[in-house]
């Protein structure tokens, strides 16, 4: 059967692409202009400070305001001039063109990026939108834009240089579309997950792969390549740590066997010779 062509692409014109130039432009300059304004009545109070503890004084607060600002400033952005991201589709150079590219462009010059790996990251994920549960660890510097639109179960772990943007250029235009993972699904390095596409609960995805057109890898399965196919390789080289047993209120600590234990110089040493999940060589 043979398989229906595509419509072709919008057709281009030449004022609005001047047009959305112009703005682009604008909203650079207004950038500029703001950063400049802020930057030089910071200078002018930190100058004003009498002796050398004072402006130190001042430097700080104004340093950490400054970047405190420039991490809320994209948040900002992104709720006033979009909202709520959804999946739809837009032409190239449109106004709705416009509030992406800027939204874009403060994401994804935000310092919070300097943050991954860390908890703060996804914290601010989430404060643009993104649906991420409990000991997730993002370590790709690739900022999503789309962030409503993603979606990350408990303990996922995406690995560096990952792609997952929730957002693709196709024939003039910009299409929006979630990207769905679930509880303890693996994304390994150099990966592109495109628009429609998700991973189950403890699915993985090797490196160097990619899932393209709403292509789904079940929970459980392992899938690499680009397109990715199924695979019988554990990307996960480090078994999940097992959870510790949890002492009821009335369990009672046994005694240490030796005095060298209880005599020993280290606290920390003694409480874990003590513990009753104390390892195989500790010394009581």
């Not at 196919?229 to 510790?244: E, M, S």
């Not at 280290?266 to 390892?279: F, V």
Request: one cysteine or more.
């Amino acid at each position: 059967m043979a398989r229906a062509e595509e419509p072709p692409p919008p057709p281009g014109s030449t004022p609005r692409y001047v047009l959305c130039g112009a703005l682009q432009l604008l909203v650079f300059g207004l950038y500029c202009l703001l950063a400049g304004v802020v930057t030089a009545r910071g200078y002018e109070w930190v100058s004003a400070g009498d002796g050398a503890v004072e402006i130190y004084g001042r430097s700080t607060v104004f340093g950490g305001g400054l970047f405190l600002g420039a991490c809320a400033l994209p948040v900002v952005a992104k709720w006033l001039l979009v909202g709520r991201w959804r999946e739809t589709e837009f032409p190239v150079w449109s106004p709705a063109y416009v509030r992406f590219w800027t939204v874009r462009a403060l994401v994804q010059a935000s310092p919070m990026a300097l943050f991954v790996g860390n908890p703060l990251y996804v914290l601010h994920l989430r404060l643009l939108g993104a649906r991420i549960g409990p000991g997730v660890t993002i370590l790709s510097r690739s900022v999503p834009v789309c962030t409503d639109l993603l979606t990350i179960g408990a303990g996922t772990v995406i690995r560096k240089d990952s792609a997952f943007l929730c957002y693709r250029a196709h024939k003039g235009l910009i299409q929006t579309g979630p990207v769905t993972l679930g509880r303890d699904a693996f994304v390994g390095e150099k990966t592109v997950l495109d628009i429609g596409t998700s991973l189950g609960d403890s699915a993985q995805l090797g490196h160097a792969s990619a899932l393209y057109g709403c292509a789904t890898v079940p929970a459980g399965h392992r899938r690499h390549g680009s397109p990715a196919q199924p695979t019988d390789v554990d990307h996960l080289r480090v078994p999940r740590p097992a959870a510790p047993p949890r002492a009821g209120p009335g369990t009672r600590w046994p005694r240490c066997s030796r005095r060298s234990c209880c005599t020993s110089r280290s606290r920390s040493a003694a409480l874990i010779c003590c513990s009753p999940w104390r390892p195989a060589w500790t010394c009581c």
